[in-house]
């Protein structure tokens, strides 16, 4: 089995595990799959090293920020395929989700008492670097955490990248160093030792696993105190229907994909960033099937189009294009999160935008909404009101309308710091990979992350890049989107 690279393991307790105790614990946050795991396959090489069984607990809290029926649903989801893929090999499962706050903290702390090492998944966003730095205090053996979040290592940049274009180059100088180490595509069948639920015995019986055979989540989710607001999303989570979607886009979206992705009544994007955000599935899986698809191997790569959009790869338009998203704009968010500690605040727009933003601030809108119009689609622009209907239903957004549904809030909320609130609150709320580096980095992109001064000076926008439903309407064919997501306002 291979090893997991020193570049992907952060010891938040560098110490010796404790060899007396009865087997290796991977807690799982945010990597909730069985496939090209990193965090999973340390956990394996941790239990093979010291002969010892895994316990693989996957609790899924109460009180998240932002918490609702909508997301409890997909990661249920996906806790179901884990557990039947776990089934099947030594390791034991631990599925738990709360039916009161903070139940689960006191099983980690007892669970991690008889562990002999402590391996977590290591996100850079949302709750959870306090949540596993907090977590120290109740471990008291060695205790890692595992970026699995993409091809290229968040921690190792030595620094911050303001520009796509800068990252690109970064990426494409270093990636082909870091596809050595590729994640095992199975790691639990390397496990050795099987796992004997009797050292857990008496500790299920009082904090009860979930039992997928005869879990009802219907029942569940209804009796459950949590927002049903936000309702249900028709997207179904998981590993299986992740695998389903990955598969039904290289059968028919890819092929037209650096045409015809940016147009709403088209089917031809991935539509696999919620499964991505939740890690349902890999974006190494991802990246492996297009090369599969493609015949890409590493020596098509031609180094003299190094920070090119296109050329770099040597492949097809359809995969420079693809692996762009996939690559470069996904995983700069992550990048960003890990060097900038205020990622999600006005405060860490680039200076000329903040500038340009601040003159702008109290120039008369023709338009004002508040909060609770928006979230109501309840706006004079029919783009923006389908826009924002297929997020509030659906739990995502055509990624072309998403940067257009972004610049408008801008120029109707009050001022722009009250315009960055309203994307994030939304965003968050509704979206299934919101919460995420990647949905931060649309959502401060449309403020000038990222991005350059563009001319002419507007009104409200100041020197941000300017983009309108007009336009929109005139680029793309937009009548099957309005068609589907005007009827539902």
């Known amino acids: ?173 270093n990636l082909l160093d870091f596809l050595v180490d590729v994640p095992e595509e199975n790691p639990l069948n390397k496990l050795e030792v099987e796992f004997d639920d009797k050292l857990i015995k008496d500790i299920d019986s009082k904090w009860n696993k979930i039992n997928f055979e005869t879990f009802n989540q219907e029942d569940f989710l209804n009796n459950l105190n949590i927002d049903k607001t936000v309702k249900e999303s028709p997207i179904i989570g998981g590993y299986k229907k992740a695998k389903e979607r990955l598969d039904y886009f290289l059968e028919n979206g890819y092929n037209d994909y650096a045409t015809l992705r940016s147009h709403p009544s088209e089917d031809a994007s991935s539509q696999l960033s919620p499964y991505l955000h939740a890690g349902h599935i890999s974006p190494y899986e991802i990246f492996v099937k297009v090369n599969e698809l493609e015949s890409w191997s590493m020596e098509n790569v031609n180094p003299a189009f190094v920070g090119r959009r296109q050329g770099w790869w040597g492949g097809s338009e359809n995969l420079e294009s693809f692996f762009d998203e996939l690559i470069t704009w996904r995983e700069l968010g992550y990048h960003t999160c890990v060097t900038r500690a205020n990622y999600d605040q006005y405060s860490s727009l680039p200076e000329w935008a903040i500038k340009t933003l601040e003159e702008h601030a109290n120039d008369p809108r023709e338009y004002v909404y508040s909060l609770q119009q928006l979230v109501n689609s309840e706006t004079h622009d029919e783009i923006w009101n389908a826009a924002q209907t297929q997020l509030r239903e659906e739990g995502i957004i055509h990624n072309y309308l998403r940067m257009l549904w972004a610049k408008k809030i801008l120029e109707w909320a009050p001022n722009p710091k009250l315009a960055l609130s309203y994307m994030i609150d939304l965003n968050d709320r509704f979206a299934l990979d919101g919460r995420d580096p990647n949905s931060y980095s649309g959502v401060f992109w449309s403020l000038g992350r990222y991005d350059r001064a563009w001319g002419p000076e507007r009104k409200i926008y100041g020197k941000i890049r300017y983009m309108t439903s007009e336009n929109t309407a005139k680029k793309f064919k937009l009548g099957g989107y309005l068609e589907k997501y005007g009827s539902k306002i």
Do not use: C
């Open 1 to 173: 089995m291979n090893l997991v690279p020193d570049n992907r393991i952060t010891a938040l307790k560098d110490i010796e595990p404790d060899v007396d105790k009865e087997f290796v614990l991977y807690w799982v946050i945010n990597f909730k799959r069985t496939s090209y795991n990193f965090a999973l396959q340390r956990a394996v090489e941790w239990a093979n090293k010291l002969n010892k069984p895994l316990l693989i607990f996957d609790p899924l809290i109460l009180d998240y920020p932002m918490s609702s029926v909508r997301f409890h649903k997909f990661f249920l989801e996906g806790m179901k395929d884990i557990d039947e893929d776990i089934s099947k090999t030594k390791a034991f499962y631990y599925p738990y989700a709360e039916e009161t706050p903070n139940a689960s903290e006191d099983l980690l702390t007892i669970l991690s008492s008889k562990a002999a090492v402590v391996v977590t998944d290591d996100y850079p966003t949302y709750f959870v670097p306090q949540m596993t730095a907090k977590a120290k205090g109740v471990i008291n053996t060695r205790y890692e955490i595992i970026d699995a979040n993409g091809l290229i290592p968040i921690r190792i940049a030595e620094k911050e990248y303001v520009r796509a274009h800068d990252f690109r180059r970064y990426m494409h100088k």
